[in-house]
């Protein structure tokens, strides 16, 4: 299994993840054409069968109630 390490960061209030590889990045940026990704495309990333940081956000969301 792939894991994608990101960086995160907080700019006015929104979190933004920045890929760490830049291979990765590359890939993820043409399949959403952005820079960073938010909480939904590390989701839809990890629906898709590749791990994000180790953690596990479809759970979280269940969690949450999302």
Excluded at 41 to 49: E, R
């Amino acid at each position: 299994m792939t894991n994608i390490k990101t960086n995160s960061k907080t700019a006015f209030g929104t979190v933004r993840h920045y890929i760490v590889d830049p291979v990765q990045a590359d890939a993820i940026k043409t399949l959403t054409g952005k820079l960073t990704v938010n909480d939904k495309d590390l989701v839809a990333l990890q629906l898709l069968g590749l791990s994000v940081n180790g953690v596990n956000y479809t759970n979280q969301l269940a969690i949450v109630g999302v």
